[in-house]
């Protein structure tokens, strides 16, 4: 099945290189993708000659503004018509392309996303999820950070949203649901969590409420929960590889070891901190809006644009927004 993705080259901190030359990657890897290079045209018809790729399944369209982190997200939308953001949604939008995917203003993409593709029929509120590693590998929290209040029904429509992504993206066979909360009992938490677990609790796949402490673990496949927590969530761990290796680093200090030990003990420890990485994943979707659109963290290496182009790619194939609206339905 041929899909046409639009990419946005003028998004994340090393535009337009990183996605050009991840878009390429994709092309190299899928034979039928064919990739939509939106930005300033002079700049991204440069950086597609730079990389050497001479197939003939790439457009560039032009879009001559660029919407900056130090932009509003509220008003760059409006003021910024001529943006990637904007026309390579547009393009969506009018069927001229299966997916978007940036690793620009996430704000401003989720603003347009939902402003242009509308919602999916059912959907109360699009959502942003996240990859997060566990011992059991890559599992999905959801929300992420788009949605600080929530009401209950929200919550249940995250976890149903994030089941149908986690099995037909993510290949994770009957995903287990868990609502994080603060305490295992059905009745903690706040009035929303507790009508939110009262919901859930009739899907077969529903495994109670899960604790911060069992994500890592992997107590569940779909972690739920409103985006203030989930942001937190996301955020924390981003920063455990880096204190763990600081504080390893100090414990070698009191504790060399020797010089033969040192260079095998490095190489489990970067195996072990692998799944933290974001390149393995390279993008989340916005689940709820009626299309695909992707974003990726802002310095996003050309592996990352890469695999986040798979990603949409997977989710278009698998037609993942009709299997959410029949979930919801």
Do not use: W
Not at 240 to 252: D, G, R, T, W
């Amino acid at each position: 099945m041929a899909v046409r993705i639009a990419v946005d080259a003028a998004g994340g901190d090393f535009y337009p290189q990183h996605p050009v030359q991840g878009a390429v990657d994709a092309l190299n890897a899928d034979p039928d993708l064919h990739i939509l290079l939106v930005g300033p045209e002079a700049l991204v018809t440069e950086a597609l000659k730079a990389t050497g790729y001479t197939g003939g399944r790439v457009t560039v369209v032009d879009a001559p503004e660029v919407i900056t982190m130090e932009d509003s997200a509220a008003t760059a939308v409006k003021a910024k018509q001529k943006s990637s953001i904007v026309v390579g949604l547009g393009l969506h939008a009018q069927g001229k392309c299966d997916a978007f995917i940036s690793a620009g203003h996430t704000g401003a993409l989720l603003a347009a996303s939902a402003f242009i593709l509308g919602r999916l029929p059912g959907v109360l509120r699009p959502t942003i999820s996240t990859v997060y590693p566990t011992v059991d590998g890559f599992r999905i929290l959801v929300d992420a950070g788009a949605n600080l209040e929530v009401k209950p029904e929200m919550l249940y429509q995250f976890g149903l949203m994030g089941e149908v992504y986690a099995k037909h993206v993510m290949g994770i066979s009957d995903p287990r649901i868990g609502l994080l909360n603060v305490g295992e009992e059905e009745e903690k938490g706040t009035e929303t969590l507790r009508k939110a677990h009262e919901l859930l609790r009739a899907h077969p796949r529903f495994v109670g409420n899960i604790e911060g402490r069992d994500i890592l673990g992997g107590h569940a496949d779909v972690f739920v929960c409103d985006g203030l927590v989930g942001n937190i969530i996301l955020k924390f761990g981003e920063s455990i590889p880096e204190a763990v290796q600081a504080l390893i680093a100090k414990a070698l200090q009191h504790n060399p070891l020797p010089p033969e030990t040192v260079k095998p003990v490095m190489g489990v420890l970067k195996q072990a901190f692998a799944p933290f990485d974001y390149q393995a994943v390279g993008g989340v979707p916005f689940l709820g809006v009626n299309g695909v659109s992707f974003v990726g963290h802002g310095g996003s290496t050309p592996l990352a644009i890469r695999n986040m182009i798979h990603n949409a790619a997977r989710m278009v194939t698998h037609q993942v927004n009709d299997k959410i609206v029949a979930a919801l339905t």
